[in-house]
């Protein structure tokens, strides 16, 4: 059910939805009367469990942007995040929790639990403090930025911890499939964690500050977002990498259509270091499939970008000439567990993100995915692929997707995997010459 205070005196002026229960038996408010937080439970596996029972609240691009730009209110953005943080962080805490035990042991998992466990905290020592109190709204910023930056490694250092365990215990299919369930899930988390922390700090944690291209953002969303410009920037910098390590690179054919409104700059409201993660990627891998596949010949096929904007979609189009891949590693591609660079050490992952872990498609996807968008490859084996990006045109249905933890994905962890239930052919089909009628 819906609780009836999350915004206790700031309903009208908040960013989004209120929360909802996230199990049927779930019928507490995260405020009692009194306006102090959640009941009874002691310790952080009570206060976990508390806030777990009530699934986030996805806000849409357009709340984010009506919030920063027409109610930038310190105290309101304060009164929801002391309730929506917790809610998301409780969630995927759970899911933690449900990961195998020689996983959990790994300690560059209990390193992230550690964090996790450690921002809880502080966020709920905030919980009965007055919104009214300007002191208390400073250092709830601070901590906000505190947190933010304590996260910044959660990335490669779960990644690690999944290495860890691999390397030490092997990984059984069911193991894997719900390793992966579970990183695209904590993933995303921990995408919109960063995209709340990222809008209150920017918002709030540095005013007057930040070059004039930046001051025309509301926290970390450009309202007008110049999509071939930031789809150029991601070639630049892949270009340099690629220049690099081959002496060469190649070119960008870039063409445009804007459909919903000919003849204008294609300009949508998102967050351009999203799309620009998003493009680096698919820029470096294309490059590198192009110069390999083409090095005999020393003549490089461009890497040809469409950019369409229709009533409904942002549509950009990557196709390169690198060779491609065959249908039965489409998949895989999106795996944490593959990657075609080698493994990283973890101290020169700050140097080279995410370099080896294999992660840079399916974070790429995860991203697009995040306000209800979607990354596909589609390849033709021997000649190229191509990657198609879609993003929603309209800010009104560009809404977070948000993990949470309810009695489906709890299922999902301990329930019995069966065999599968098509056929699977013999590597060396049964020769039915050799039958004879009675």
């Excluded at 990984?171 to 992966?180: H, I, K, R």
């Excluded at 962890?413 to 590597?427: G, I």
Aim: with cysteine; charged share 25%.
């Amino acid at each position: 059910m819906r609780l009836a205070r999350l915004l206790r005196g700031a309903a009208s002026a908040g960013p989004g939805p209120r929360l909802r229960s996230a199990r049927p038996g779930a019928s507490r408010s995260l405020t009692s009367d009194s306006g102090s937080g959640p009941a009874p439970e002691r310790g952080v596996p009570g206060q976990v469990d508390f806030y777990a029972r009530f699934s986030p609240s996805p806000l849409s691009m357009k709340q984010f942007l009506d919030f920063g730009s027409v109610n930038a209110c310190e105290k309101t953005s304060f009164m929801f995040l002391r309730q929506e943080l917790p809610v998301r962080l409780a969630n995927i805490m759970k899911e933690i929790s449900l990961l195998p035990d020689n996983l959990l042991r790994t300690p560059s998992v209990q390193l992230v639990q550690s964090w996790y466990i450690q921002s809880l905290q502080e966020l709920l020592e905030f919980k009965d403090k007055s919104a009214e109190d300007a002191k208390t709204v400073y250092d709830f910023t601070d901590t906000v930025i505190r947190i933010r930056n304590r996260h910044n490694d959660v990335i490669p250092t779960m990644a690690q911890g999944v290495i860890e365990y691999k390397e030490n215990f092997g990984v059984d299919p069911v193991t894997s499939q719900n390793v992966q369930y579970f990183l695209d899930r904590f993933y995303m988390s921990r995408i919109s964690i960063r995209m709340l922390l990222n809008q209150h700090s920017l918002l709030f944690g540095g005013k007057g500050k930040g070059s004039l291209s930046h001051r025309k953002h509301i926290g970390s969303i450009n309202p007008n977002c110049n999509v071939v410009e930031v789809i150029k920037d991601g070639y630049e910098n892949a270009r340099r990498l690629c220049d690099l390590y081959y002496i060469n690179s190649p070119e960008l054919e870039l063409e445009e259509l804007n459909a919903k409104s000919p003849g204008q700059p294609i300009q949508v409201v998102y967050v351009p270091s999203h799309l620009y993660h998003m493009m680096f990627e698919l820029f470096k891998n294309a490059m590198r499939a192009t110069m390999e596949h083409h090095a005999d010949k020393g003549v490089y096929p461009p890497i040809q970008v469409h950019v369409t904007l229709g009533n409904e979609d942002l549509t950009v189009k990557m196709s390169d000439r690198g060779g491609g891949v065959p249908l039965r590693k489409i998949d895989r591609l999106f795996n944490y567990m593959y990657s075609t660079a080698p493994r990283p050490r973890v101290e020169t992952s700050r140097a080279v993100p995410l370099a080896g872990f294999g992660y840079g498609l399916p974070i790429s996807r995860l991203y697009a995915q995040y306000f209800q968008g979607d990354l596909k490859l589609y390849s033709l084996e021997g000649y190229g692929t191509d990657a198609v990006i879609y993003i929603k045109a309209l800010s009104t249905e560009s809404i977070e997707r948000l993990p949470v933890y309810n009695r489906a994905a709890w299922k999902h962890y301990n329930a019995s995997h069966e065999a599968d239930d098509w056929c699977v052919p013999s590597r060396e089909p049964r020769d039915m010459t050799t039958f004879r009628s009675a």
